[in-house]
């Protein structure tokens, strides 16, 4: 049973165009996040939610939105693909304040 | 605000040799400290922690010590393997609630046989 799993695992899209990307704790986790992680290999927070509450909105453009339905599940919205869009987004959990984040396997964008 | 600076990478060894990567920081208050391993083609797995100072956390022969009169938490391992290879994170928390962490860029381990 995956703790974190992300759908889909790969997304190849045109510029323009809207997609999701859903992710899945099985953790009991009451924390959930949003990272971007570069062709360099570089992670960035982007969202947290807590309890389905969103805690940070770090400086994402506003063509992204994160829906939280219940604690168990955060998802991610992203209008008018751009190119520089494309990166490897990864959701994680945490049980809050411990730092122990379960990471899921990611989702690989590649915008054309 | 918090940041973590370690050394990019790539970094390459043969089998068995000792490996360091560097990590040092940037915090108020006294941040809790981790070192996270990516795997290719996998999400990032935590590999060990520390929580105050003077603490040592090690886990599959890897240790880290955080020291704050150095503001560093290196990675040292005494003989790597081939399935060391990884890029290996070093990260920070700054605070107890939902803030989540501050990573350092990665560096890439590459073990030779």
């Known amino acids: 049973d995956t703790a974190v799993s992300q759908t889909p695992k790969y997304l190849v899209t045109q510029m323009g165009n809207d997609k999701s990307i859903k992710c899945e704790q099985n953790l009991g986790h009451d924390t959930m996040y949003w990272y971007k992680q570069d062709s360099k290999k570089f992670l960035k927070i982007m969202f947290s939610y807590n309890n389905k509450e969103l805690i940070i909105n770090e400086t994402v453009p506003n063509r992204f939105s994160p829906k939280s339905p219940d604690k168990a599940h955060l998802n991610l919205h992203i209008n008018s693909l751009e190119l520089g869009d494309s990166a490897v987004y990864f959701c994680a959990s945490e049980a809050v304040g411990t730092g122990e984040l379960f990471f899921g396997e990611g989702s690989r964008l590649t915008v054309l | 605000g918090n940041s973590v600076t370690q050394m990019e990478g790539p970094v390459t060894l043969s089998e068995e040799a000792f490996l360091t990567i560097n990590c040092t920081y940037t915090?108020?208050?006294?941040?809790?400290l981790f070192w996270y391993v990516q795997y290719p083609g996998e999400g990032l797995q935590l590999l060990l922690k520390?929580?105050?100072?003077?603490d040592k956390g090690s886990n599959k022969g890897f240790e880290a010590t955080y020291r704050k009169e150095t503001t560093s938490f290196h990675l040292e391992k005494g003989s790597v393997q081939v399935s060391d290879s990884a890029v290996y994170f070093c990260a920070l928390k700054g605070g107890g609630g939902a803030d989540g962490l501050t990573f350092g860029k990665g560096t890439h381990l590459i073990i030779q046989p």
């Open positions: 520390a929580t105050k100072a003077d």
């Open positions: 915090a108020t208050g006294y941040p809790s």
